[in-house]
């Protein structure tokens, strides 16, 4: 039987057709152990393939595409939860541990407004590892001495001092008296003369208070802003302070060039207590960051230890003139005057030689005689051509018994006076 050629093509075409796809098949079909491995070699990739219908799932591709680089799509990574930051206000202090405290240590009483607070934290950090000194602040972040009920502060340290053992007082206040008034018909309007004057009575009131307790007080003054207007006040309430810390166991901290940068201007920036440039004061350019309220702290207990002597300790302490220089006697009372009779200031007369010269620094009177008198008199040279006879009191033996040069001849005598009985 003869088969037209047009039809013996096309039957030759679908038989290659034929054997074409059983080849794809079978070739798939040997392939799958290969894929298996490759699968395994790539554990964290998704291969995808084609939906075909009823045989869903079923790709006999899939191999091929494996095998020149198919389309393949990583797997969704899980996202990893990631502890959210935790950020510290830029005054709060750091999380540190502080050793156990001994039941009889010493506390030294911090006073003020919020500023106050920080330098109560800053000796704190400082204190940490010290067990016979701890801090414990008075404060009242937006307290000072003016408002219509202002914190009673003489009465709040006076009941401190009297329930424990307090070794010091610091005080850091005024941030919050800026342009609030003193009650009264009409109120006492702020940085009058009233004013200033009903301020500095109740800082010399905090002072007296401490004082009759007999204890130190250091007063750490104001810092520096960028505000003209605040800086005149700040510099206002800063010689109220220092005024009232004339008393020699009150001392004052003046911080203000402290924080200034080197021209003298304004700078929130500057080097902190480890020497390295930081950020000491906040946004609104009046408070401290934590470095600043470090170095406030620092400063502040400089003064302490002067004044305590490793706070009461029978230890090293520093010398007034030259905080690097150490006293190795462990003396515990004051460098000054306490040395002429203790903390009884009416045994002490201010216009008595001895205050005079140990509190005072004036010399003593010159004494007649001595080898240190400035008014002794010294040699006397005479150029003469003749020779007087002269009386001169104390002159051993008399000018006239001195060999006389010929006349034209200038002769210089060396006359030597000493006091009687020499």
């Not at 093509?9 to 894929?35: G, H, I, Q, Y």
């Not at 610091?170 to 109120?187: A, C, E, H, N, Y």
């Amino acid at each position: 039987m003869r088969i037209p050629k047009r039809q013996a093509s096309s039957l030759k075409s679908r038989a290659k057709t034929a054997r074409c796809a059983a080849a794809v098949l079978a070739f798939a079909l040997l392939a799958e152990p290969m894929d298996l491995a490759l699968a395994q070699t790539i554990p964290d990739q998704e291969i995808v393939v084609a939906q075909n219908g009823p045989f869903r799932g079923f790709n006999p591709f899939a191999p091929l595409q494996r095998l020149f680089g198919g389309e393949r799509r990583n797997k969704k990574q899980p996202k990893t939860q990631q502890r959210p930051k935790v950020s510290r206000p830029a005054g709060a202090p750091p999380k540190f541990e502080s050793v156990p405290k001994d039941p009889d240590a010493g506390l030294i009483v911090v006073v003020g407004d919020r500023m106050a607070r920080g330098v109560a934290d800053g000796l704190k950090f400082m204190l940490a590892d010290k067990p016979h000194i701890r801090v414990e602040p008075v404060t009242q972040d937006k307290a000072g001495f003016t408002g219509e009920t202002p914190p009673d502060w003489a009465t709040d340290v006076l009941s401190k001092i009297r329930g424990g053992d307090v070794k010091a007082v610091v005080v850091m206040i005024g941030q919050r008296d800026l342009s609030k008034t003193f009650p009264g018909d009409p109120p006492v309007e702020f940085m009058t003369e009233e004013w200033l004057e009903t301020y500095r009575s109740k800082v010399n009131a905090l002072v007296r208070v401490v004082r009759q307790e007999k204890k130190p007080l250091v007063w750490a003054g104001l810092p520096p802003t960028n505000n003209k207007l605040i800086n005149a006040d700040f510099t206002q309430l800063n010689s109220i302070y220092e005024t009232a810390a004339a008393d020699r166991r009150v001392r004052y901290v003046d911080i203000w060039d402290i924080f200034l940068a080197q021209d003298g201007s304004y700078s929130s920036f500057g080097p902190n207590v480890d020497g390295k440039n930081a950020r000491l004061r906040t946004g609104d350019r009046i408070g401290f960051t934590w470095d600043g309220y470090r170095k406030v702290a620092f400063f502040v207990e400089r003064e302490l230890l002067r004044l305590l002597g490793s706070y009461g300790g029978l230890a090293f302490e520093g010398v007034e003139d030259d905080p690097n220089f150490i006293v190795l006697t462990g003396r515990t009372t004051s460098p000054e005057a306490l040395l002429m009779g203790g903390e009884d200031e009416r045994s002490m007369d201010p216009k008595s030689r001895a205050y005079r010269f140990f509190v005072q620094g004036e010399p003593l009177q010159p004494m007649r005689g001595r080898v240190d008198n400035p008014q002794m008199p010294e040699a006397v040279a005479v150029e003469t051509d003749d020779v007087p006879v002269l009386d001169v009191p104390g002159l051993r033996g008399p000018l006239s018994e001195a060999p006389v040069a010929p006349k034209g001849v200038g002769t210089r005598i060396s006359v030597t006076i000493r006091p009687p009985g020499q």
